[in-house]
T-cell receptor, first 114, second 113 residues
Framework: DARVTQTPRDKVTEMGQEVTMRCQPI?????VFWYRQTMMQGLELLAY????????DSGMPKDRFSAEMPDATLATLKIQPSEPRDSAVYFC????????????FGSGTRLTVV | AQTVTQSQPEMSVQEAETVTLSCTYD???????LFWYKQPPSRQMILVIR??????QNATENRFSVNFQKAAKSFSLKISDSQLGDTAMYFC??????????FGEGTQLTVNP
């Protein structure tokens, strides 16, 4: 089965460090999402792209978060500088506009900022 | 803005029995999609079942079925013949055409032997 690949699976970093999370969407999918999951807030949308163009990043703290798709096979989410409140599981999901089978999620990156 | 509400934070069921998880949503749109996702302890989000709002027939996938009541804006998930592997967090999700998924708070289901 085709899958969305996220790296790293787990990341522990110190406050103030830069963190980069990577996602390889399923080949042929034109829509990519970044979600954050915490106990308090549940699943929140951070940003999403269609055909590599950002459509909505209103859920992202702009001063420290950035999301990009340098090419169709790679999406990145960067936090600089990281803070303890950024500790969460970050999910990438991909899908195709017009085919509403539901988006496919990666296995997430668990980020811990100490 | 669309909202999704799951009013049951936790549920439990005995193995082989049937359980129903509730979900309600709020939207003024008429064309949309609804989903149930499962998140086991491995944390992988797995699509369980989907429903197109324009279809009156309730979706079914093996032991999983939904009761979609469009007028009431209700979308419940029924799991028949529950198995230990069904233990997971279940999320209800709403999506407008071509847009994002909006998730409910989740229901933690435990299947007891």
């Amino acid at each position: 089965d085709a899958r969305v690949t996220q790296t790293p699976r787990d990341k522990v970093t110190e406050m103030g460090q830069e963190v980069t999370m990577r996602c390889q969407p399923i080949l042929g999918h034109n829509t990519v999402f970044w979600y954050r999951q915490t106990m308090m807030q549940g699943l929140e949308l951070l940003a999403y792209f269609r055909n590599r163009a950002p459509l909505d990043d209103s859920g992202m703290p702009k001063d420290r978060f950035s999301a990009e798709m340098p090419d169709a096979t790679l999406a990145t989410l960067k936090i600089q500088p990281s803070e303890p409140r950024d500790s969460a599981v970050y999910f990438c999901a991909s899908g195709t506009l017009g085919r509403y089978y539901g988006y496919t999620f990666g296995s997430g990156t668990r980020l811990t900022v100490v | 803005a669309q909202t999704v509400t799951q009013s049951q934070p936790e549920m439990s069921v005995q193995e082989a029995e049937t359980v129903t998880l509730s979900c309600t949503y709020d939207t003024s749109e008429s064309n949309y999609y609804l989903f149930w996702y499962k998140q086991p302890p491995s944390r992988q989000m797995i699509l369980v079942i989907r429903q197109e709002a324009y279809k009156q027939q309730n979706a079914t996938e093996n032991r999983f079925s939904v009761n979609f009541q469009k007028a009431a804006k209700s979308f419940s998930l029924k799991i028949s013949d529950s198995q230990l592997g069904d233990t997971a967090m279940y999320f209800c999700a709403f999506m407008l055409s071509g847009s994002r998924l909006t998730f409910g708070e989740g229901t933690q289901l435990t299947v007891n032997p």
